[in-house]
């Protein structure tokens, strides 16, 4: 009995002494507890600057810190040595053409209407469509200082934003604004971004739209009448391939200027005329970006991107699906369209001879 009632006389104290050191325990912990909170992801933006939560995470791309990690000095090396050739084989290729010389006509003067001009970060770029352009206008825009919720929800052309906040320069601005600036192209295989600008802005061309206009001009002017007697729902309503590339063939022969999505990009940037510190190519773009990133000290505000992926890379069957319905005139004539593009980048066009059909005796 005696040892019953001492543990009975002992419960309140012992309440007493755990409730003490449950409180101060907690009021140990807690500061530790608030600060981990506050330096992890999800609470970041409200001890440091706003961008960089958002870079974090937007879009599922790595994070900054992440790309750093990604990039070690044996990576950096190698791209170096990618640029030179590229850079070596630009030179020599616009020397070869005398693309390099100065004078009137659109190659061999500079077009700096097209270049988006970041004065505050010092990079320029000029853009390419249909070569990363979605994904790099993003990332200018992220610059320019639009929040990345922003430009999600956002209804606006990305263009339109852009261009509020990078007037289109002059070559005098353009020149100035490239002392102690990088310079910036991304360049894409001339077949692969033509078709994916004919995909993107004829094939599935949103109605009511100046491109779905001119497909059905180019379908008045080169569908064969066979296929005009009768409309029918099963009817293609689109220009299917080789009437693109007639009315291409056409409009360039004519002396007509191209499309934007589709001109080649010798005349659009006309990099024989400025010069440009990288050259990005659509095939080792993962590296290229992360190389321009890190080479401009922004790892801490943008990230790698790939923007319309999905339509952007064209597989080989999708490449053989469609080349394979033109003929070898057609190829030869386009080819002479961006012959400028194959030389000065690199590119092969022999694999697309190869799928074409033969000519018509006719051709």
Not at 101 to 106: I, K, M, P, T, Y
Not at 271 to 277: G, H, L, N, S, T
Request: proline share 5%; charged share 25%.
């Amino acid at each position: 009995m005696k040892a019953s009632n001492t543990s009975c006389g002992c419960k309140p104290q012992c309440r007493i002494l755990k409730r003490c050191f449950l409180f101060f325990a907690t009021i140990s912990i807690l500061p530790f507890g608030l600060i981990y909170m506050l330096t992890t992801n999800d609470g970041s933006y409200r001890i440091t600057k706003h961008y960089e939560s958002e870079n974090d995470t937007f879009d599922g791309t790595h994070s900054h810190r992440m790309a750093q990690k990604l990039f070690p000095p044996e990576m950096e090396e190698k791209i170096e040595e990618r640029m030179s050739l590229r850079a070596a084989r630009l030179a020599e290729k616009c020397s070869y053409y005398g693309l390099d010389v100065h004078g009137n006509d659109s190659l061999h003067k500079p077009n700096a209407w097209e270049f988006l001009i970041n004065h505050k970060h010092h990079l320029l770029w000029c853009n390419v469509f249909k070569a990363a352009s979605t994904s790099w206008m993003y990332n200018f825009n992220v610059l320019a200082g639009y929040s990345p919720e922003f430009l999600k929800k956002t209804k606006l052309v990305p263009l339109i934003l852009a261009r509020k906040r990078y007037p289109r320069p002059s070559v005098e601005e353009l020149i100035e604004a490239q002392n102690g600036s990088i310079t910036f192209l991304i360049v894409r295989h001339p077949f692969e971004r033509l078709l994916s600008a004919y995909r993107d802005k004829l094939q599935f061309a949103l109605p009511h739209t100046l491109h779905s206009a001119l497909g059905q001009k180019i379908i008045r002017k080169y569908r064969e009448k066979k296929f005009q007697l009768k409309p029918s729902k099963y009817a293609i309503r689109w220009p299917i391939f080789g009437e693109f590339a007639e009315y291409l063939i056409d409009e360039y022969k004519a002396g007509k200027m191209l499309d934007m999505h589709w001109t080649p990009i010798t005349q659009f940037c006309t990099p024989c005329q400025v010069k440009f510190d990288v050259i990005a190519k659509f095939e080792t773009l993962d590296e290229d970006q992360q190389y321009l990133i890190h080479k401009a000290g922004l790892s801490h505000l943008i990230a790698p991107q790939w923007k319309n992926s999905g339509k952007g890379k064209n597989t080989s069957d999708l490449l053989k699906k469609y080349y394979s319905t033109l003929t070898q005139r057609q190829i030869r004539e386009i080819y002479e369209i961006f012959k400028y593009d194959f030389e000065l980048f690199g590119y092969d066009p022999q694999p697309y001879f190869e799928m074409a059909q033969a000519d018509n005796p006719v051709e």
